[in-house]
């Protein structure tokens, strides 16, 4: 595997994180972080784990607080999606 350029990152940023869909997705998932960091009276970058969506997001989950909640990383990113 050769080295990341900044050109990579460059052309990364341009081809997938800059498209309209993609923006959404991390600005709610952003709103999700800042939610649960208010309900626990923390700031969002101290939260440890990921804020999961109990019903995912993709199958019309919401930002609500029942449906948020903290799990490690390593749960919430390790199941398979099947797309």
Do not use: C, F
Not at 29 to 48: E, F
């Amino acid at each position: 595997m050769g080295r990341t350029t900044k050109e990579d990152h460059a052309r990364h940023y341009r081809d997938y994180q800059s498209k309209p869909e993609v923006i959404a997705k991390r600005s709610n998932n952003n709103k999700a972080r800042r939610a649960v960091a208010k309900k626990m009276g923390v700031k969002p970058t101290s939260i440890k784990g990921d804020v999961d969506h109990i019903k995912p997001q993709r199958s019309g989950g919401g930002n609500g607080a029942k449906n948020l909640r903290v799990i490690s990383a390593h749960r919430n990113r390790g199941w398979k999606d099947g797309v």
